[in-house]
């Protein structure tokens, strides 16, 4: 079987982010790039299966400009076997790389799609799902836990919801999102960076895979959250008791 | 009255009234206003009270870096930097505060407001003063204002943490590091098998970059450049080809900041894990590089299974911390430590201080390295500066001199 794992190149996780003055959108010049950390974590766990013998191979794919194939690169030299760049502009909305990741499952064919359960730039937790209805797979959507039946052709994932965990039995193909907690990701080791250099990565546009950028949102602004407010230290509970009635009003 | 310099909450000595009957306590910490920040030549002039981390923050802003980075930066001051001449974890990209500080303003022991407050990088005229208030411990005055040379933040750094088979190869990878990754290398850091060890088990949260194998000699390299696919490059090929000579049995290279972060967790960690072992004896030399890891050996020789031998530091420097961790402190084993270190430093014609500085503990230590003109030297300059021993008495030189 082949699991197919989709990437996204985001702003570092540990970058803090600045709004562009004219608000429309975040500073991205000379601004650290990285995995996301949640399609590192699905990369991970395609990279496991595999080697615990119920995978052949681990297809990394990102849709993105030039740059991503750097992203790619990170994720052959942790491990996956070949890469699949999709050349395209930035900022493509969910149901676009939805379409495209749909396109390239029926090149591919694999038997698992996993990705991130979202990306921390704009934080929208929608590819998923829509690459799921599209190809109308079953998904296991903030996934903790993976285990995978190669006889019976299911895969077990818990998912971490309010009430606690849920379990889901899904039939192959399927698609899988990711969760913090499933897994700690690898570092990339030298030899695994020195052999990722001679791994392939196959350039599609999106004419080859018949997909067209229609922009169904328009962004209107982006400003920072409001600043918190410095916390006063008070001298008495009656002090407080008078803050809270006269001044929060919440008593 | 005796001057005492002291800031913040940091207890600067253990037993401060058996030594001082009288002391005055100066703190500068409202001295904390950025003064002006030249956005050309990225020279910062600000007061003395200036936390680090603050003037790092500010700096960030403009896109600016502090010459200067250490654990201590949350509540050290640049004052306090400058008067300790403080090294770090930047010393071998952008050299000593010896060569960035373009200017000091110092207040003397009598009163006298030193204006030596230029911001110029070429300034030769007449002896440069400003050179006796670095690093001089606040013997010789107080230092009120400082200008710096800042260099700009460049965006790309890498860091890669590596594991070799013996010290020579680590020593061989420094000289390889020093060609092949030239000016993009901005930190080279080494710790042993017994540093490693004692982070992985006594500090939370760290994570080991080779969980199948421990290695004898551990190096982190981190470079900092301003293009990343041309350092990213540089960086490849300096480690393929070390790989392929041998200097590196195992390696790993951070692929986000998170990641990064990490690997300097291990190394930024030693000091904590060793304080959470038991008791410690600290040394921090400066020994020719070949011939640093040495007294490691000797050491633990001496030593044997009595106490546990720790050696890191800023390999790329010279620079030896070397910490011999006992469960408890104990006198027999400080007598095997101490005099042989000092002698074997001098011996060798390192340094028994070198980013620490001798404060009062190793005052009268200072014999092992500066000879006894020079010594006698510091001494006149001392008595001309602060001829009723009112700043700091009893640090940095011997106090037997004095009477
Ligand atoms: C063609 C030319 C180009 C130059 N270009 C530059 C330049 O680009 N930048 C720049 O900064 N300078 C420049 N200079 C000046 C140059 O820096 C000095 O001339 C040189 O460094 C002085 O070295 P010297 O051996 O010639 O010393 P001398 O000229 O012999 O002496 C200079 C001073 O130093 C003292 N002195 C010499 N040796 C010692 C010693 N061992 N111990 C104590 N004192 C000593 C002498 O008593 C004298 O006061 C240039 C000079 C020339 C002639
Ligand atoms: C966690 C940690 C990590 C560290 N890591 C490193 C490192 O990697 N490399 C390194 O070199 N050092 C390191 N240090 C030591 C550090 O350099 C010093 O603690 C710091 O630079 C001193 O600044 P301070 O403001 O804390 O000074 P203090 O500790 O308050 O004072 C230090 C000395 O300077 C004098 N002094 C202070 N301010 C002035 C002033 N304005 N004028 C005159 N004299 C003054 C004091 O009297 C005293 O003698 C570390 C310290 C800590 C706590």
Not at chain 2, 176 to 192: M, P, Q, V, Y
Request: proline share 4%.
């Amino acid at each position: 079987m082949k699991i197919m794992v989709a990437i996204k190149r985001v702003v570092d996780y540990a970058v803090k982010i600045r709004v562009k003055p004219d608000k429309s959108g975040v500073e991205m010049k000379n601004v650290k790039m990285s995995m996301n950390p949640f399609c590192e974590i699905a990369l991970e766990e395609a990279l496991r299966i595999k080697e615990s013998g119920l995978a052949s191979e681990v297809v990394a794919v990102s849709v993105g400009p030039s740059q991503f194939s750097e992203t790619l690169r990170t994720g052959l030299a942790m491990g996956a076997d070949r890469a699949i760049h999709v050349e395209a502009p930035e900022n493509i909305y969910p149901l676009t790389i939805a379409k495209i990741l749909k396109a390239l499952v029926d090149v591919e064919k694999p038997g698992l799609l996993f990705l991130g359960k979202q990306a921390i730039d704009n934080d929208q937790n929608q590819t998923g799902q829509m690459v799921a209805g599209l190809l109308k797979w079953p998904q296991g959507t903030f996934a903790s836990k993976v285990v995978l039946d190669k006889e019976k052709q299911v895969a077990t994932v818990d998912r971490e919801v309010d009430g606690g965990i849920e379990t889901l039995c899904l039939d192959l193909p399927a698609v899988i999102t990711t969760d913090l907690r499933l897994n700690q990701p690898r570092y990339a080791t030298l030899p695994n960076i020195m052999k990722a250099k001679s791994k392939p990565i196959k350039k599609f546009t999106l004419q080859d895979l018949n997909v067209e950028i229609k922009s169904d949102l328009e962004v209107v602004e982006v400003t920072e959250p409001p600043k918190r407010k410095s916390g006063v230290i008070l001298s008495s509970v009656d002090e407080l008791i008078d803050k809270l009635k006269n001044e929060a009003r919440v008593i | 009255m005796v001057t005492k310099l002291y800031k913040g909450h940091r207890v600067i000595i253990g037993s401060l009234n058996l030594i001082f009957l009288r002391p005055v306590i100066v703190s500068i910490s409202h001295m904390n206003k950025i003064i002006s920040f030249d956005k050309v030549s990225g020279i910062l002039v600000c007061e003395a009270g200036c936390i680090l981390e603050n003037l790092i923050a500010f700096l960030d802003n403009q896109g600016f870096v502090m010459p200067l980075d250490l654990g201590a930066k949350g509540s050290c001051q640049i004052g306090g930097n400058v008067s300790t001449n403080a090294g770090g974890l930047r010393l071998l990209r952008y050299g000593s505060l010896h060569g960035s500080v373009l200017g000091l303003e110092v207040v003397l022991a009598n009163g006298t407001v030193l204006d030596m407050l230029g911001t110029l990088r070429k300034d030769n005229t007449g002896y440069d003063l400003k050179h006796l208030f670095i690093g001089s411990e606040g013997s010789l005055g107080i230092v009120t204002k400082v200008s710096i040379l800042t260099p700009p933040k460049l965006s790309s750094v890498n860091v890669c943490f590596l594991a070799c088979k013996d010290y020579t190869s680590c020593l061989n990878l420094l000289s390889e590091a020093k060609r092949k990754l030239g000016e993009i290398l901005s930190a080279f850091e080494f710790l042993d098998h017994d540093a490693m060890d004692l982070v992985l088990k006594h500090l939370e949260g760290v994570r080991n970059p080779f969980p199948s194998s421990m290695h004898d000699f551990y190096v982190l390299i981190e470079t900092t450049g301003s293009n990343e696919s041309y350092d990213r490059e540089k960086l490849d090929a300096f480690l393929l080809h070390s790989m392929e000579n041998g200097l590196i049995s195992d390696g790993v290279v951070a692929q986000d900041i998170t990641q990064a972060s990490s690997c300097w967790h291990i190394r930024e960690g030693i000091p904590e894990a060793l304080m959470k072992a038991g008791g410690v004896y600290k040394y921090d030399l400066s020994i020719p590089v070949e011939k640093m890891y040495d007294l490691v050996k000797e050491m633990r020789i001496r030593l044997d299974a009595s106490a546990k031998v720790v050696a890191y530091g800023h390999l790329g420097d010279g620079n030896l911390h070397l910490n011999i961790s006992t469960p408890q402190y104990d006198d027999n084993i400080l007598s095997q430590i101490e005099p042989f270190v000092y002698e074997w430093t001098s011996k060798n014609k390192g340094s028994i201080s070198a980013e620490h500085g001798l404060g009062l503990m190793k005052a009268n230590k200072i014999h092992y390295t500066k000879s006894p003109e020079a010594v006698q030297l510091m001494v006149t300059i001392k008595k001309l500066l602060d001829p009723n021993g009112i700043l700091n008495p009893y640090k940095v030189l011997p106090p037997s001199l004095f009477t």
